[in-house]
């Protein structure tokens, strides 16, 4: 199946610093991502989609301020949580579509955020 | 507005039978799905349905009534390992590729 990474798995940080999360598609092409955040036993919230070359759609009530995403490529997305303070702490994924099949989602593995 | 209804939590024993359930009110519908999702993990794709009727893989089958917004993820022959949150998800055909997320159902398996 579509392999998806997502780097780093787990970052520790202060307040007040930004932190970058990487999500590759490792063997296919994604023109479509998504990010979510996930607070524990809760399920997906969806943040954002990200389309390759255009910018990134936000749901409502996410700043897109304070979680930028670029989506430079096929292959590649990052988000960036500029300013981190300790709400902000949570179980970040990424998910790319594989426009083939079902176009289902494909998940990166997550990146634990903790803002000190 | 947009809804997906699971069960919370379902307790089940190894080597048994276990059934899902999901209930979906959506403005559209274009396929639904089941993921499975352990602790501290990213979700893993386990089945697609957009037509009625069972589909079938392995220990895993799921079924799909459109005009009743209803599925089921049925697990047989349990394993420790099937203990996991399921994520029953929607795709409602207004976004592209978008899901809407169930809350998801924990399920233990016991000995």
């Known amino acids: 199946g579509a392999v998806v990474s997502q780097h780093p798995s787990r970052v520790i940080c202060k307040s007040g610093t930004s932190v970058k999360i990487e999500c590759r598609s490792l063997?296919?092409?994604?023109?479509?991502m998504f990010w979510y955040r996930q607070f524990p036993k809760q399920s997906l919230m969806l943040m954002a989609t990200?389309?390759?070359?255009?910018?990134?759609?936000?749901e409502q009530g996410v700043e897109k301020d304070k979680f930028l995403i670029n989506h430079a490529s096929l292959t590649l997305s990052t988000l960036t949580v500029t300013s981190a303070h300790p709400e902000d702490s949570s179980f970040y994924i990424c998910s790319a579509v594989q426009a083939s099949g079902y176009n289902e989602q494909f998940f990166g593995p997550g990146t634990r955020l903790t803002v000190l | 507005g947009q809804n997906i209804d699971q069960p919370t939590e379902m307790t089940a024993t190894e080597g048994a039978i276990v059934q899902i359930n999901c209930t979906y009110q959506t403005s559209g519908f274009n396929g639904l799905f089941w993921y499975q999702q352990h602790a501290g993990e990213a979700p893993t794709f386990l089945s697609y349905n957009v037509l009625d009727g069972l589909e079938e893989k392995g220990r895993f089958s799921s079924f799909l009534s459109r005009s009743k917004g209803y599925s089921y993820l049925l697990l047989k022959e349990l394993q420790m390992k099937d203990s996991a949150s399921y994520l029953c998800a929607v795709r409602d055909g207004s976004s592209n590729y978008q899901l809407i997320w169930g809350a998801g159902t924990k399920l233990i398996i016991k000995p």
């Open positions: 990200s389309n390759e070359g255009s910018k990134a759609t936000y």
């Open positions: 063997d296919f092409q994604a023109t479509t």
